[in-house]
């Protein structure tokens, strides 16, 4: 017999277009799937897991972040773009050991976990030996957490890996043999908890050869990819989706990160060849990549997914990223009606919801890490990945509009219970595995790269005392 588990009486979202908001419902799980989402539904032999008066949602989808760096959190806060790459990618990554790969991974997927994120892509552009891919992913095992392990590259060189002579001066390229090792040993099948992703840099970062090898290498491989675009005020982020254009190389499903800056003909070209974007709110205004454009991708048809990109300098999670694309988006809309004049009792056109928020936040993100067909949503068939969250909270209570109390309201804090295919993995606001030896593992790191890092140059770091 399968584990059976019965959540009852919560108010359920389940994200679904048919199945919508339900003020008062169950959700049966076996084993791994949802079976059944109702009112009073019984199931012989049951755990019963009560949720009266909470909040009953897809687990949240992470749909971009550089998971290696969280032994190195919020040791940015002040960083615009320009200086993260200096000081992260070009002093920190170099040093970086796999056993540092490990434990920061590790010590982040759990934070994913203990904040109701039940599914990370994580973009791992730290790929300095073999060993630290399988740090990587064996750390991603570790946690149980739902992953797309995206294969990236080494970060030994800034020069090497990101600015070359005229900003395209690579000639290196992702690790061919290394991915298909990868892909082979632990990713032969697609359906399991963890899959494969290709982290890619594209057109702008480096030539045109190495561009072509990377994309046909995800290609031969069966994997999407995933790629920064359109960023800051750098000259190199600029024509990057044309480019992929003329080397007829826009293939669908792939995600384009930030998206900050598309012109109309990009938004065009995303759409049709079925691309979607990753959306980094709070660290996009924060960092100075732009704004992040919800109301223009909806407006042009593309999927959008949250993501929280960088631990270095802003928390993680998706109460943030929803809290900075509805307050930021919303706000150009409040300022564009203000410059157009508008009377004051007229709505400000174009305005995002708390509803667009919340999808964005899982099923949305599930369609751009592509697992839209598993995760996501709450309907019976789908894996049991699915988060509670306390209504009775002082910061919760009294609810009135559920949704709103996710994205207005809720945090960390809230996050009672945590599902991944249906494996209970925190439970009465707890984590089940101990943090004792994560956190030792990631705070020896954390000493290691400080004393790598050597002397900070103004601006890169805050005094350490
Ligand atoms: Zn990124």
Redesign the pocket.
Known sequence: MTDRILIRGGIVLTQDPELGEMPNADVVIEGDRISAIGKDLSADGARIVDAEGDIVIPGFIDT?R?TWETCIRTCAPDFALITYFSAILDKFAPHYRAEDVYSATQWGALECINAGITTLVD?AHIMNTPDHADASVNALQATGIRSVFAYGFPNTSLVDWWFGPDYAGSVLTSDGDEARRLRSQYFSSDEGRITMGLATRGPGFCKPEVVRHDWELAKELDVDITV?VAMDRFGYTKGQITALRDMDLLYPDTTY??ASHFTDEEWELVRDSGGNVSL?PQIEIQMGHGWAPAVTAVEYGVPIGL?S??ATTASADQFTQMHAVFGSERGRKHQQAWDDDLDGLEASPGLITARDALFWATLGGAEVAGLADRTGSLIPGKKADIVILDGSAVNMAPIIDPVGAVVCAADISNVKTVLIDGEVLKEDFKLKTSLDEPRRQVEASRDYLLDKFGEPEPGWLPATG
Request: proline letters at 0%.
């Open positions: 971009h550089h973009w920064h990160v930030h980094a993501s990109d960088v």
